[in-house]
């Protein structure tokens, strides 16, 4: 599968009418929630559960007089959000994620529609402008990049901007051969952000140290406004709307600066080295220093590593992992001497050959040359950790779950 997602070029209208079905697929997942929550305890397994209170929404909830303005949207709404409430008991069962919590505004705004007949797809040509199933027509700021095919739409914001992403059966084909064949390592750090065996370097361009100083300047300008307060039963003033609006354009912007250098880094090592070699850092342990934590955040090791990964089966390369223990930030990549490296010594002295050598650059010697303690990199589901170790086990299910 791959996967396209498409920036909408929205009137008011078009923004009113996707508030709403984001609302609107809100309310059905709450529901959903709240009246599994009061059965959950008698017999039967949680899709037949799920079943039956669609069952109910459907002959029941959209025919009383208060929820009338169910039936003036698409029903498909409500159809991909009882989906996916399913799905998410699903993983919490299998020990995969946790129990589905109330979704609440401030959340976001996202929606998913399908076409209504499986077997039709709908055809998207490669222009400015989409059909989305039960919606109708938008346009787009860019364009399609080519003529496909699609069944299942989702329609999420970020700040005041919308987007549309789906899904097309393809599969993008690996390159026949790379430019460097030999492998390369690379080592991660929060001055230079990665530093290549072969000696080439990557800077990060550290967005949130940069937007710090806009989000200072636009709250201490807004500090006298009403900002509101829910628990005290404050609402919030209109100047206080513009100012959140505002506080989350930075906050979209500096995000996507982070991900257009983390792929477009990604995607060039992983076209131009064949066999890439990287260390399992332990990015939540490192963030647990309150020193380090705000620019180890800023870097986004842990989506570098899961980009390269990924990128593996696109582009044809071999990804593997050094052991977190190995020590190549200490070693001698010369004659292996052995010796502490406080993180504010940023050249390795060798006490044993006298080397002087960049800390990264050194390090990324080492990652090269070792042999063991070496796997290949792997899409990861780590299990949710469980604070008691009761079993996870619905009331009247067959299956259940032991933990050792």
Known sequence: MYAIKLELKLNNKERTLMARHSGYARFCYNYALALYQEVKSL?????????????????????????????????RVYKMTFRHFNEALSRFFKGLGEFPKFKRKKDGDSFTVDAADWNHSVLLAANKSIKIPTLGTFRLKESIPFPCVAQTFTISRTADKWYVSFAIKAEKIPPLFHAVSEAVVIDLGVSTFATLSDGNSYESPRPLKKAKTKLSKEQWRNRQKQLGNRTLGIKASKNAHKHYRRIAKIHAKTANKRRDFLQKTTTEISQKYAHIRIEDLNVSGMIANHKLAAAISDCGFYEFRRQLTYKSEMYGTKVELVDRWFPSSKTCSNCGHVQSMPLKERVFNCGGYNLLINRDLNAAINLSRCSEKVRLAQSEVTPVDKKEPTPLVEAGSERQICRR
Request: charged share 20%; glycine share 6%.
């Open 43 to 75: 017999p039967g397994g949680s899709s037949k559960k799920v079943a039956a209170i669609e069952r109910v929404f459907t002959n029941h909830v959209k025919k009383m007089p208060e929820y009338q303005w169910t039936n003036t949207l698409s029903s």
